[in-house]
Each structure stands twice: as structure tokens, then as C-alpha cells.
């Protein structure tokens, strides 16, 4: 408006040197003027006496019913504001900025369509005023024509990128509609635009909490990616999640945790180590890093992660199983079969904690067990390809079982899918 205000004091000058008679003219104009320096300095009670007093001695100034209307519309008085609007416009129809404040005033009333008419007919006179434009969009927002005002906000930027106004309304409306990207990039050009550091801060904590906000988002993303099958897409959410905000455990932990199913050991590790900064009493963070690092051949160290896991969260039964492994791999076979002799007890469900103590069993020659333990495994899978390779080990231990004890290998007990139903057995004739 600042702008605009000189601009009519240069044109009421222009006005007044070819109209009035001088010495009326001079005095209206010097009142006129310093009306304009008080409005600048934000004193609309000096601004309304004097613009009045401007009037008294020049009754056809259109230019001083809009400011002195600008002063009521600062005092809150809309009603007078739009009584001097009127009045500019009876002396000028074409006098755009008294139609756009009288929009403005109508709008602070509540008049919407009143607003609007302003409005619209004064961007169609003025379209390259940006500001205009920036106050037609809030009346069609607060119409919920939002689509409208953003084309209208969008040509604001266009015609004046250091429009506040417009920036704010424009962000606010991808904010709305969920397009993190683009309201992060309009409040980053806010920040810029900033004059204070309380503006700027206010920038910035909207910023970061738009950050974590889109963080969640795509971290959820990635979840129903996953969920689908699509391992990949899920990857690059938690990637970008994480890049907006550094600190989000939980994208850690399932971008680690994907990094250790598809191989990516290291990877896996770096995010569970940050993930355990974060939260480092988190048993699940601790499992999981054991995990990587068993991975990468890191025995002892491993270990100790599935110690600390453990001790967080005694009823863990994936942990005791995999610590169990560990033992088996270190050749402490006492240890290990503690372990999976626990996991067992916690969990009955899981094929691989009897696989995994089949073969321990199997190793240490205690072949009854290794087949029960196979045997119940084999019942537990539902995949062909691994009950195809746990068969393989039942059967193996079934010769070595044959070789010490015939007469007890020919009543062992098949997988319960392999045994002869009654209603395949011979039938008496």
C-alpha cells in the first residue's frame, strides 16, 4: 500500500496544479500529504483529521477518500471505510484501488459477495497489481473455491515473487492438500522474505514441523509399499523420510531392517546404530543391530547386542533363538541349547527354532530328537521349497538312526501331511 500511496500523491499534485486555485490547491495538497506521512507512520486517528481537512478545502478528491478510507479500514471502522471508498468511486468509477479496498473492507464485514464483485472487477482492471490479486484469493478461500485461489495466488508470485501474503496463503494451501514438497518450498522462500527474527523463527518452526509431518507420511508410505510386496518403493519413502528429518526412529528401524533382508548388511547396521542413539533402551533397535552384525561376522560383538536385547526383553523368543545360534556357531552347544530350549518354551509356532535345535541335536548324535525336532518343524512349514529341504535332513537323520538301531527306525513317525489317512487303507472284502 505504501507504494500505492505515493503514487497518488504524485497523481493529486498533477491534479491539482491544472484544477483548483492555487492557494486551495496548495493547502489541500500539503494536508493531503502529510495525511499520506501519518498513515506511513501508523497513526490513523492523525491521518483521518487531516485528509478531512484536505477534503473541507477540495470536496472532488477522490484520492483522499480512499486514504482516509484506508485510515478507518486500519481503526477497524469498515463501515466508514466503505462509505469514503464509495464516495471515491462516485468521483472516479474507474478508480481501481478505491474498488479493491472497498473489496478488502467488505470482506473484513463479512460481505463475501460484495468482496468478491470488488475484487474481481478490480483485478480485471488492474491485472498485473499484485497485491489485488493476493486479496481476491483470500475472499475465494474463504469461499472454498481453493483451486480458484490458487491460480490467482500463483500469477501474484508471478507478477511480485516478494509477496508475503501471497507466499503465506500459497503454502498454507499445499499444506492443506498435503503437497509437503511445494508449501516446504514456499515457507523456505518466507524465511527469506522475513524482517524480523521472530517472523523468521515462526518460518522455521513451521518448517520443521512440516518436515516431520511429511516424514510420517512417507514413513507410512513405505509401510503399505512394504506390505504390498514392493520392497524397493518402500525403500526410497523411508530414504526421503529420513532425509527431512534425520531423527525418526522408526524409519530407521524398518529402513534398517529392510537393509538387512535384502543383503545391505552395512547399511542395516548404520541405520540401527542411529536408531539405538535415538532410543538406545529399545531392545527391538538391539536385536536387530545383533543381527547385522552377525551378518558381517561379528561374532562377539553380535553377541553382546543379543545380551543387552535379551536383557530389555526377556520375553523375546526370536532373541533367545538367535543368540542360541550364535552359541551353535562359537561351538558352545551347552549355551545354544539353553537358548533354543527357551525360545522354544516362549514360542511353539516358529519352524526354525526346531529346525535350529534339530540340528544341534542331530550334531551332539542325539538322533530322536533331531527327528522330533524335525519332524515338528516340517509340520510348522508351509513353504514346499524349505519343507523340501527339511525332509532331506529328517531323512538323513533317519539313516544314521537305522545304522544304530534298526528295529526302532521302522516305527518312526512321518511329517502329518505324509500319513495314510483311514479312508485310504485297504478295505476288507
Request: glycine share 4%.
Amino acid at each position: 500500500m505504501k507504494n500505492i500511496l505515493w503514487i497518488l500523491v504524485f497523481l493529486i499534485i498533477m491534479a491539482a496544479s491544472t484544477s483548483a486555485p492555487a492557494e486551495n490547491a496548495e493547502n489541500a495538497v500539503d494536508l493531503y500529504n502529510m495525511g499520506v506521512e501519518a498513515l506511513e507512520k501508523d497513526d490513523p486517528d492523525k491521518a483521518i483529521e487531516l485528509f478531512t481537512r484536505a477534503l473541507a478545502l477540495d470536496p472532488r478528491d477522490h484520492y483522499a477518500y480512499n486514504n482516509r478510507g484506508v485510515a478507518y479500514k486500519r481503526k477497524g471502522m469498515y463501515d466508514k471505510a466503505v462509505e469514503d471508498y464509495n464516495r471515491a468511486l462516485e468521483i472516479d468509477q474507474g478508480y481501481t484501488y478505491a474498488l479493491a479496498n472497498r473489496g478488502t473492507a467488505r470482506f473484513k464485514k463479512q460481505d463475501l459477495d460484495g468482496a468478491l464483485q470488488d475484487l474481481t472487477l478490480a483485478v480485471k482492471n488492474s491485472g498485473r497489481d499484485s497485491s489485488i490479486r493476493t486479496s481476491l484469493a483470500l475472499v475465494l478461500l474463504a469461499k472454498g473455491d481453493a483451486d480458484a485461489a490458487l491460480e490467482h495466488l500463483q500469477k501474484a508470485l508471478s507478477l511480485n515473487r516478494r509477496n508475503y501474503r501471497a507466499l503465506q496463503e500459497l503454502a498454507k494451501i499445499y499444506e492443506a492438500r498435503k503437497d509437503y514438497e511445494k508449501a516446504l518450498d514456499a515457507y523456505s522462500k518466507l524465511s527469506k522474505l522475513a524482517k524480523s527474527s521472530n517472523d523468521v523463527q515462526g518460518v522455521e518452526q513451521r518448517m520443521a514441523e512440516l518436515r516431520k509431518e511429511m516424514a510420517k507420511t512417507l514413513y507410512q508410505q513405505g509401510l503399505d509399499l512394504y506390505g504390498k510386496g514392493k520392497g524397493g518403493d518402500a525403500l526410497k519413502r523411508w530414504t526421503k523420510a529420513l532425509k527431512l528429518q534425520p531423527d525418526f526412529p522408526k524409519a530407521l528401524r524398518e529402513r534398517g531392517a529392510l537393509h538387512l533382508k535384502m543383503g545391505h548388511h552395512q547399511e542395516a547396521l548404520d541405520d540401527l546404530t542411529k536408531a539405538l542413539e535415538l532410543e538406545p533402551q529399545n531392545w527391538e533397535f538391539h536385536r536387530l543391530r545383533a543381527d547385522s552384525l552377525y551378518r558381517l561376522k561379528k561374532l562377539d560383538e553380535s553377541l553382546e547386542e543379543y545380551n543387552t536385547a535379551l536383557r530389555l526383553n526377556p520375553g523375546d523368543a526370536t532373541g533367545y533363538n538367535n543368540r542360541g545360534y550364535i552359541y551353535h556357531k562359537m561351538s558352545q552347544r551347552e549355551k545354544a541349547l539353553e537358548d533354543y530350549n527357551k525360545a522354544i518354551s516362549l514360542d511353539e509356532s516358529q519352524a526354525a527354532f526346531f529346525e535350529n535345535r534339530g540340528t544341534l541335536h542331530e550334531q551332539a548324535g542325539r538322533w530322536d530328537e533331531a527327528h522330533k525336532d524335525y519332524l515338528t518343524a516340517i509340520n510348522l512349514t508351509k513353504d514346499q521349497q524349505q519343507r523340501k529341504y527339511l525332509m532331506e535332513l529328517l531323512e538323513k537323520v533317519q539313516t544314521k538312526m537305522k545304522k544304530s538301531d534298526p528295529e526302532a527306525a521302522t516305527s518312526l513317525p512321518l511329517p502329518a501331511d505324509l500319513k495314510v489317512s483311514s479312508s485310504e487303507k485297504p478295505q476288507a472284502r
